[in-house]
């Protein structure tokens, strides 16, 4: 595996390329990443990874300084699984050469709700840092996992718009043993928050069978879900059922009628914000 850290090597080391599959991370990889790279193996040749830190899309009160940064064992990680041909690992000055004043504005019905509410600022400056790894490694497909969902959403929409010829492959979301999904923020659980972090999926899951018994009044499910991880300790911004072509909520006569919904949760656990979704 290569490890560039400039645009320029990035683009000597391409050229001539047509079937690259890129997956962009953050880093402080995990068996979910891993997966995101064994698929992007089957869609294209060759695989190339990204590992940036992007303070764009985090806000000023939340853990940009404490993100976990572990470019040496991420490295070891894709080198003994051989599917990466590139790691490219620019420093902020290198994709941030100047202020970024042009940035990716998200369309409001879809980029201000749920963590957009949540955490204003987030989409725009993931899109932004998306387009701009996208422009730089040019590939045919990229994956990004489920995990995100309206992340996944929004790129795949931008993508659509801009006319750029790359296919967006969803990955379905990786879990420990337990059910909890994998997240590089995992690691600021103290043992007895990992040992309470399960609970969110299985509220999820408890919700999606109700809806699947044909249950309508999803209100009062996203109200007993809500106060369910409340009475254990955690602090939760939203659970919503919406629909999953645009994340709104379902009418009554689409719910009666099985339009295809996802339930998407974020809740903390002292310190620590989880993300989950189901679909249904």
Not at 108 to 119: A, D, K, M, N, V
Request: with cysteine.
């Amino acid at each position: 595996m290569k490890v560039v850290q400039t645009i320029e090597e990035l683009r000597d080391q391409l050229r001539g390329q047509n079937r690259i599959a890129f997956v962009p991370t953050m880093g402080n990889l995990h068996a979910g990443h891993l997966a995101l790279m064994r698929t992007a193996r089957q869609y294209g040749d060759p695989v190339v990874a990204s590992i940036f830190v992007n303070r764009l899309q985090f806000g000023p009160n939340e853990d940009f300084d404490k993100y976990p940064r572990t470019l040496a064992e991420d490295i070891a990680k894709l080198e003994r699984e051989r599917d990466v041909y590139v790691l490219f690992a620019p420093d902020e000055k290198e994709l941030y050469p100047e202020p970024q004043k042009f940035r990716v504005q998200t369309p409001t019905e879809l980029g201000s709700i749920l963590e957009g509410h949540y955490r204003p600022g987030f989409f725009e400056g993931v899109c932004t840092v998306v387009l701009k790894l996208l422009s730089c490694v040019q590939p045919r497909v990229a994956v990004f996992g489920k995990k995100d969902y309206q992340q996944l959403m929004i790129v795949r929409y931008m993508c659509k718009q801009f006319q750029l010829p790359i296919e967006i492959v969803a990955h379905e979301t990786v879990r420990a043993e337990d059910g909890l999904a994998l997240s590089s923020r995992n690691s600021y659980l103290t043992p007895e928050q990992r040992a309470l972090a399960p609970m969110l999926y299985r509220t999820l899951q408890q919700a999606r069978e109700q809806l699947l018994e044909g249950r309508t009044d999803v209100d009062r499910i996203e109200r007993d879900a809500f106060e369910a991880l409340q009475a254990h300790g955690w602090v939760v911004d939203y659970f919503n059922v919406r629909r999953q072509r645009d994340l709104l909520p379902p009418t009554l006569e689409e719910l009666q009628q099985r339009e295809p919904l996802v339930i998407l949760t974020a809740a903390r656990l002292g310190a620590t914000r989880l993300i989950d979704n189901i679909e249904v």
